[in-house]
């Protein structure tokens, strides 16, 4: 299995390391910054390609782990191009384009897997394995945080910050736990959310709180920001059922946690969650991927499908903050909230 990853930055590194340590070879790597797809090609003893056309030609999987903007060009002539697809999260900048990467594949007959590495971190997997067998009974309410340092240490150059490439923060980093929230309760119906960017279009920071109701009657409340100090990144789940409750992280005794903005130029540029564990959950998730695209896994954790529908909670949340009214997730799909 060749293996082509698509873009230089953070994400395409991990990647890169993830698929190092599985039976597949690593046959080219291309990027718009020739000199890190050198760098990164020479550090995994394969070739840099001077453009994606060319790239394409040498792999069976495509590996896409460019800024968001560019996710429908190269998803849509991969499949075109009869190459399965590792897609990094989110998939697409609104439902429209998700919709139709999801489609082209599908007509083409290949595999398109989206990167929403959460339901591969263990104790997010864990709580979702603790529902399905009915130890908490139903589902009734879920909360989820995720709140980190604005990615690339707030540069105002930064892909993430020019919301027509990344969709911005809601987009970027809360589809994680819309998401999460629709793997554990089920579809989601509608999504009332707020958020500082609309009301403060210079804000240094973006922060919101959204409200998912779902098809079953639970609700899920989700927290996200890029408003931290650097390095800061905090997750958290509560799922509350009717028999019992699950928490992560556990209660602490630590009193108090006190924290300064560094600017050190080794810190990361972007926040991503870690596993205390030996085991790389990006790795977990990638030899999943692999056992897909090989046979040996019976069921995908992660479908096409699931990356569109979270696409259209996070569009539907985004368009729920800027007009202040619930938006349904429906209306997304139909086309009648557009974006």
């Avoid at 995994?44 to 782990?65: G, K, P, Q, R």
């Avoid at 210079?202 to 922060?207: E, K, M």
């Avoid at 046979?295 to 990356?307: H, L, N, P, S, W």
Wanted: hydrophobic share 45%.
């Amino acid at each position: 299995m060749r293996i082509g990853i698509v873009g230089s930055g953070f994400m395409g590194s991990v990647h890169a390391q993830a698929w190092s340590r599985l039976p597949v070879t690593i046959a080219g790597i291309t990027s718009l910054d020739h000199d890190r797809a050198q760098a990164l090609a020479t550090q995994f003893n394969t070739s840099a390609y001077a453009s994606f056309d060319e790239l394409l030609n040498a792999v069976d999987v495509v590996d896409i782990c460019t800024p968001t903007y560019l996710h429908r060009e190269m998803a849509v002539a991969a499949a075109k191009a009869g190459k399965h697809i590792v897609c990094e999260k989110p998939l697409a900048l609104n439902a429209a384009t998700a919709r139709e990467i999801v489609d082209t594949a599908s007509q083409m007959g290949v595999k398109l897997l989206v990167g929403h590495v959460v339901r591969f971190f263990p104790e997010y997997a864990q709580a979702k394995s603790i529902v399905e067998q009915g130890q908490i009974g139903t589902v009734a309410v879920v909360r989820l945080t995720r709140c980190s340092f604005k990615p690339s240490r707030g540069k105002v150059d930064s892909w993430f910050h020019d919301v027509s490439k990344s969709g911005g923060m809601m987009l970027d980093l809360m589809i994680h736990d819309f998401d999460y929230a629709r793997w554990l309760a089920g579809d989601v119906v509608s999504v009332y959310a707020k958020n500082i960017a609309n009301r403060f279009a210079d804000a240094p920071a973006d922060y919101a709180l959204a409200i998912l109701t779902h098809a079953s009657g639970a609700i899920t409340h989700v927290e996200g920001g890029w408003a931290y100090p650097p390095p800061m990144f905090r997750t958290s789940l509560e799922i509350a059922g009717s028999h019992g409750l699950i928490e992560h992280p556990a209660a602490s005794s630590t009193p108090l946690g006190f924290y300064l903005h560094q600017t050190a130029e080794d810190m990361p540029t972007i926040a991503v969650p870690t596993s205390p564990l030996a085991e790389d959950p990006y790795a977990v998730q990638l030899r999943h991927f692999y056992d897909v695209l090989s046979g040996r896994a019976a069921q995908e954790r992660i479908t096409a499908e699931d990356g569109f529908e979270a696409v259209c909670i996070a569009q539907a949340a985004i368009e729920s903050a800027r007009s202040g009214k619930p938006v349904m997730v429906e209306h997304v799909k139909q086309g009648v909230v557009r974006r």
